[in-house]
């Protein structure tokens, strides 16, 4: 779940991007209620979208010999700001990135939606976000991650992905969500049990979770696009390419949470609450 995807961290976690609405706010047509989930999600989603695109496209071309990973940040931010008709709306990798995030968002808020208007239970609602959104950001993530390393990767042979690759997103994509939503709890209980105040240790443990764990998924996000950019590599050499980008790329994974689920997910949540009160049946609390 790059997608922390990330927390990503998930301070705006993905369970948490449409949540936090009364029943009587999701009352009214159903439509214009899935309208307010989608038009938030696109709106948060097109907002995030740049610096999370610049810094893969920029982590993805370090990785097959391009430009030093700061460099290609600060020319996809300079490029951006200066020609964003060309460096933005006119590049397809752009509407990949706003696709990914905005089907997360636009999953967790619909499943918000029904999950309020039905009056589902807390344990329902939270196992149909977390089921929802994880599967959709995975499989959006993995094809947008296999279309990157094809755009700006550095193979000659542009098709025939290995499944290692493939299979590598994936395993990245189940350590984000276990940083998310399984390893905080323990965490947590950790820094209580050494007398940190439980509402602090909580807070604490979802943000440092996701962060510390993206030195596991920058080096099996760089391991697999070593295997697609360069097939006929050793072992030995695959392990000192992925040694030398791991510092720089952990600080970049790290950094992309913040746009991608805490910026974003605070965004969507506004606009959730001002949509949905707007469409609310009359006489309903907004």
């Known amino acids: 779940m790059d997608a922390k995807a990330a927390a990503a961290a998930r301070d705006?976690?993905?369970?948490?991007?449409?949540?936090?609405?009364?029943?009587?706010?999701?009352?009214?047509?159903?439509w214009a209620h899935a309208a307010v989930d989608v038009?938030?999600?696109?709106?948060?989603?097109?907002?995030?979208?740049?610096?999370i695109m610049i810094i893969d496209r920029a982590i993805i071309e370090a990785a097959s010999g391009g430009p030093k990973l700061l460099s290609g940040v600060?020319?996809?931010?300079?490029?951006?700001?200066?020609?964003?008709?060309?460096?933005?709306?006119?590049?397809?990798?752009?509407?990949?990135?706003?696709?990914?995030?905005?089907?997360t968002y636009?999953?967790?808020?619909?499943?918000?939606?029904?999950?309020?208007?039905?009056?589902?239970?807390?344990?329902?609602?939270?196992a149909a976000t977390l089921a929802g959104t994880t599967a959709?950001?995975?499989?959006?993530?993995?094809?947008?991650?296999?279309?990157?390393?094809?755009?700006?990767?550095?193979?000659?042979?542009?098709?025939?992905?290995?499944?290692?690759?493939?299979?590598?997103?994936?395993?990245?994509?189940l350590v984000t969500v276990a940083s998310a939503f399984t390893v905080p709890a323990h965490l947590a209980d950790a820094l209580a049990g050494g007398g940190v105040d439980a509402s602090t240790a909580d807070t604490a443990a979802r943000i440092i979770s996701p962060v510390a764990m993206q030195a596991i998924c920058a080096p099996c996000h760089l391991l697999a696009l070593n295997l697609y950019n360069a097939p006929e590599a050793t072992s030995a050499a695959r392990l000192r390419a992925v040694a030398a980008l791991a510092p720089a790329t952990t600080l970049a994974f790290a950094a992309r949470?913040?746009?991608?689920?805490?910026?974003?997910?605070?965004?969507?949540?506004?606009?959730l609450r001002r949509g949905h009160a707007a469409v609310a049946a009359p006489g309903d609390p907004g």
């Open 12 to 30: 705006a976690d993905k369970m948490q991007s449409g949540a936090g609405a009364s029943t009587s706010q999701r009352s009214g047509p159903l």
């Open 39 to 51: 038009a938030a999600a696109a709106a948060a989603s097109a907002a995030v979208a740049p610096f």
């Open 74 to 103: 600060l020319k996809g931010c300079g490029d951006a700001l200066r020609r964003p008709h060309v460096a933005l709306f006119a590049n397809p990798a752009y509407y990949m990135m706003v696709g990914v995030y905005a089907a």
């Open 106 to 126: 636009a999953a967790a808020n619909g499943i918000d939606t029904a999950a309020t208007r039905t009056d589902a239970s807390p344990a329902t609602h939270a």
């Open 136 to 173: 959709v950001n995975s499989t959006a993530c993995i094809m947008k991650d296999v279309a990157f390393a094809k755009m700006f990767g550095g193979a000659a042979k542009k098709a025939g992905m290995p499944l290692a690759t493939v299979g590598l997103f994936g395993a990245r994509d």
């Open 257 to 271: 949470m913040l746009p991608a689920f805490s910026v974003g997910g605070v965004l969507n949540q506004a606009l």
